[in-house]
């Protein structure tokens, strides 16, 4: 019992331990100097040298991933060395909220385009419609985020003028502008998880209407609605389930991609910005903290197969 | 129909009828998306609507051509998307040969004109000039050469050591397997761009080491691939027998586990060929890949940013539909190789 | 067969399902007619592949004309013509009028639902009655099914019941609506041999209760033998043999019946293997034989069989035993000479 739950959980520390080490160690290589990123050229070597001692950058790399890690774990993940030079946390949690509301907005958007689509499609196997559908995300699938971004900024922006582009409002500032505002953007992200979605779900659901149970479903007098979704859709959601912890990788991808397309400042304008400056306690933190956020999110989807299949769920209890 | 029921059969036209409805919807389809490609009439929406329909009624009817020719269905998509491949790859190899424009040398772009109009076949700029007036045509050509040079050099080095390290992590088991996946865990659980971001922030922007930061995104799947097949494998009986009459382990995975081990791995690699293209053009489109004035899709996309796309969109129509089409290829290509050596993994 | 003044339950008229294939039509079910009054029992035997279970499905309006299918013929259950219906008002009958045991009870109950779900749904779908009513009414049918501590029961999982358990939670489903008719298709071969008996009393008992109507639809002649009233013989989709249970079995008089009985000894073979005792294969039904579609595999085949298909026509002699009827150019009674010879029981 105690091997079943504890091994998990020592393999995702030692796996999240890993990842800060090699965040810190790659960003510690990073050429160039930090004290002349921040001071700029044309200083006296005193000046560097004090900024370097300041910045702690003169003692030895163990004492200093020390120093980084106990301030992580404390919340305190260093300071911006490009002004603004503010705590990077503080950065990062005005930042986070914004990808956040983006990515659950885009993976919402996706599921309420897939599943839709799917049982559609499933329900007309080999028709024109399911051909269509086939097609139509086959092509999404070949098309990188920003495409489909530019694409949608073409057409409903700069040739209908629908939607705004550029700015951002947040939650507080009015609930009705802050969705029209995140609207685009998650669609752009949403697109091409809907593609994917749409495909795995639609196949497990031609394979779960083949089943005798969708059949004696039909014998007891069951609408073709209520067969679909509520006898055929959970039997066939464990690898649309598999394929969104995946997703979620793409998903921060994309995030990162729209909010540079966009203007947004959330997470990706952040570590982007930073990464071009070579502000390194700020990419540092960012990936840390977006490391965690997936990791967690995926263990999270892990336990869910759970809540769908009742035979595993006897497994665990 | 939710009943397992049977195909239906497709009524049979004769020969001559498919050749001329087929010749009829293909002329059809590439005049009305050559229409709606130069005309200004209409607006961008309807555009690109007409454009599609277009297109797809000529690939229709170069479908029914090709069914009148052979006498049985031929997809038609699939071979359209090799041709494509072979056209761009063999223009990205012979790039240097070929009577191109000028690519990437910013200072000669001095003299000509910026942001010259697509002048087609036969004028001094076919796919017209950029903001540097260097050349777009000669820019998607070489930068064809880039995005996919760094693809199969990532996706090389990947496969060779992914496979490598997860052929022997799962013949040898044990601790090795645990710290092996440990490792690939702590890759995986950085999202993809995020690790490219990160490393990207400390290399610097060549070709090398671009390739090098992509081929640490295929590590981990290729890795987990070749322990998953390996581990298959060395259960099955003719490997448990050859270990009984004491052959080596070398031998054993390079005779045995090896042959079974590379197919699923090979159709792998070009399902990651497209995806390590996306990648690389997400990259220099942030602005982290490879530089301007050097040409990638990526960086070519960007430059339509900040207004420019509006006025001049082929700045970002010709990477972009270069782009398109070599992923679009390339998964075409992937999902074929998975089915027949993969099946399990041709989920998609 | 004489008309009965009350219609029957269940009229079919020269059914006929084709499916239209890649490799051409494919006649499941070519012209079968069979009645079914209230309270009887008809078998449908035949090997796999003789359509036997298309046409169960064909009658209870599961398959149905589409793309990829062509029904024709009638199939009256309590006056309605089901394939004349639309589909929504067909879905009203599956439930109260109609309803199948299907033969694999591990794959016809859904992994992801509860025992009781099952139940429920189609209680509510069907009797319009609250939550509460439906469980209530559940609880009764598990009970009548034989199943113990039935409320407990409701809660679980399919995995969680043995074959044999979950064979008497579809039969429950199946009667959960009071249907007239019931099809049951192979409801035992998926079981263990000690379980079949068991399932089959209990369908037995529970069709004499209801005074309900029974198609019984398997390829195990000894399930058929003891619990029908009447049986049907078919063979590549057409009917070979048709009358009074007892009768044909005693006395067949197509040879394929002959020649199934006398794989009855082999019983105790795993299922689809019972059969081995004829020769060869049965027919392509994409491309039947132009003839009797058995001559090739008769032993008692002449040179008119492969020309002329045989029609099914009342047998002579047998005046004292109602509807018999056998579709043979040489039929087994007739030529006396073979009685010797007859296997079986």
């Known amino acids: ?317 | 129909m939710l009943a397992p029921e049977p195909i239906a059969v497709r009524r049979r036209d004769t020969r001559p009828v498919l050749l001329l409805t087929g010749a009829l919807l293909l002329a059809l389809g590439l005049a009305v998306a050559g229409w709606a490609a130069g005309t200004t009439v209409l607006v961008t929406l309807v555009r690109m609507l007409v454009l599609v329909a277009g297109i797809l009624a000529a690939i229709a009817g170069l479908g029914r051509v090709a069914r009148g020719v052979r006498g049985k269905p031929v997809d038609v998509v699939f071979w359209l998307g090799m041709t494509w491949l072979v056209l761009i790859l063999g223009a990205a190899a012979l790039a240097p040969l070929l009577p191109l424009g000028n690519a990437d040398d910013s200072v000669a772009g001095l003299t000509s004109p910026i942001f010259a109009a697509p002048g087609g076949i036969g004028a001094e700029h076919p796919l017209g000039t950029n903001n540097y007036g260097l050349d777009v045509l000669a820019r998607a050509v070489f930068g064809a050469r880039t995005s996919i040079l760094v693809a199969l050099m990532a996706v090389l080095i990947g496969t060779t050591v992914g496979g490598l390290v997860g052929m022997v992590s799962g013949f040898v088991r044990g601790t090795t397997d645990r710290i092996v996946g440990i490792l690939s865990n702590a890759l995986l659980a950085v999202p993809p761009l995020i690790l490219l971001i990160a490393l990207g922030t400390v290399l610097d922007p060549s070709i090398r080491s671009i390739a090098f930061a992509l081929s640490l995104l295929t590590i981990p799947s290729m890795v987990r691939l070749a322990r998953a097949n390996t581990i298959t494998v060395a259960e099955r009986e003719f490997v448990l027998a050859a270990r009984a009459l004491g052959a080596g382990r070398v031998r054993l995975l390079l005779r045995e586990v090896l042959p079974n081990v590379v197919l699923p791995v090979l159709s792998l690699a070009v399902v990651m060929i497209s995806v390590l293209v996306v990648a690389e053009a997400s990259l220099s489109f942030l602005g982290i890949g490879i530089e301007q004035p050097a040409p990638t899709w990526g960086n070519m996309i960007a430059e339509g940013q900040g207004g420019v796309m509006e006025d001049h969109p082929y700045i970002v129509v010709v990477p972009g539909i270069c782009l398109f089409l070599t992923v679009f290829s390339f998964n075409l290509l992937g999902e074929k190789a998975q089915k027949r050596w993969d099946p399990r993994a041709a989920k998609l | 067969m004489t008309t009965p003044s009350v219609p029957d339950l269940l009229e079919v008229t020269d059914l006929r399902t084709v499916f239209h294939t890649a490799r051409g039509d494919v006649r499941a079910v070519d012209g079968v007619s069979f009645r079914l009054a209230a309270g009887e029992t008809l078998g449908l035997v035949g090997e796999s592949g003789s359509g036997k279970s298309v046409l169960g499905r064909t009658v209870m309006g599961l398959i149905s004309s589409g793309p990829t299918t062509t029904v024709t013929g009638s199939v009256r259950i309590g006056g309605h013509d089901v394939h004349a219906l639309k589909p929504s008002a067909r879905r009203r009958l599956w439930g109260p009028e109609v309803a199948m045991v299907f033969q694999d009870p591990m794959t016809s109950l859904n992994p992801v639902k509860r025992v009781g779900t099952h139940l429920t749904e189609t209680l509510r779908r069907h009797l319009h009655c609250s939550r509460t009513e439906a469980t209530e009414r559940a609880v009764d049918l598990l009970r009548q099914v034989g199943i113990p501590e039935p409320a407990r029961r409701l809660r679980q999982y399919p995995h969680e019941l043995s074959g044999g358990m979950r064979q008497r939670v579809v039969i429950a489903t199946a009667l959960a609506c009071d249907p007239r008719l019931l099809i049951a298709d192979e409801p035992t071969t998926a079981l263990d041999v000690t379980v079949q008996k068991q399932i089959l009393d209990l369908l037995g008992s529970l069709v004499a209760e209801r005074d309900m109507a029974m198609l019984l639809v398997s390829h195990d002649l000894g399930a058929v033998a003891g619990r029908t009233d009447r049986v049907q013989v078919m063979y590549a989709g057409r009917t070979v043999e048709s009358g009074a249970t007892r009768p044909v079995f005693a006395a067949p008089e197509h040879p394929y019946t002959e020649a199934l009985l006398a794989s009855i000894p082999n019983l105790a073979h795993p299922p689809h293997t019972v059969l081995r005792a004829i020769e060869g294969n049965p027919p392509d039904m994409a491309r039947p034989p132009l003839g009797c579609r058995f001559a090739p595999r008769c032993g008692r085949a002449a040179a008119g069989c492969t020309d002329e298909l045989p029609l099914l026509v009342g047998v002579p002699g047998s005046a004292g035993v109602t509807g018999r009827e056998v579709a043979c150019h040489h039929p087994v009674g007739l030529s006396a000479p073979l009685e010797g010879n007859r296997h079986g029981r």
């Open chain 1, 1 to 317: 019992m105690a091997r079943r739950f504890l091994l998990p959980v020592l393999e995702l520390v030692a796996v999240l331990f890993l990842v800060s080490l090699g965040v810190f160690l790659l960003l510690s290589l990073v050429p160039g100097d930090p004290a002349v990123a921040v001071l700029g050229e044309g200083r006296t070597p005193a000046e560097y040298d004090a900024l370097r001692e300041q910045l702690g950058l003169n003692d030895p790399l163990l004492s200093r991933y020390g120093d980084w890690l106990g301030g992580v774990l404390h919340g305190d993940l260093g300071t911006s060395l490009v002004p603004p030079q503010t705590a990077v946390a503080d950065r990062i949690a005005s930042a986070l909220p914004v990808s956040l509301e983006l990515a659950v907005l885009g993976l919402v958007m996706a599921l309420a385009l897939a599943l839709p689509l799917a049982m559609w499609s499933a329900y007309h196997q080999g028709g024109r419609a399911d051909r269509a559908i086939s097609a139509i995300t086959f092509g999404l699938l070949s098309m990188p985020s920003f495409l489909i971004g530019l694409v949608l900024i073409a057409v409903l922006v700069n040739s209908l003028g629908i939607f705004p582009r550029n700015e951002w409002v947040r939650p507080g500032d009015g609930l009705g502008a802050n969705l029209s505002h995140a609207f685009l953007p998650a669609l752009t992200i949403a697109l091409m998880e809907a593609a994917m979605f749409t495909r795995i779900l639609r196949n497990d659901l031609v394979t779960t209407l083949h089943e005798d149970f969708i059949l004696a479903a039909r014998a007891r007098g069951m609408s073709p609605l209520r067969i679909m979704v509520s006898d055929a859709l959970r039997p066939s959601s464990f690898s649309l389930v598999t394929v969104l912890g995946l997703s979620i990788g793409r998903l921060v991808g994309s995030t990162v991609i729209v909010e540079y397309l966009f203007a947004l400042p959330g997470m990706g304008k952040l570590v982007i910005d930073a990464a071009n400056q070579g502000n390194y306690p700020v990419v540092q933190g960012a990936v840390l903290v977006i490391a965690v956020i997936y990791v967690a999110s995926n263990t999270l989807i892990d336990r869910t197969y759970g809540l769908l299949d009742p035979r595993t769920r006897r497994a665990r209890a």
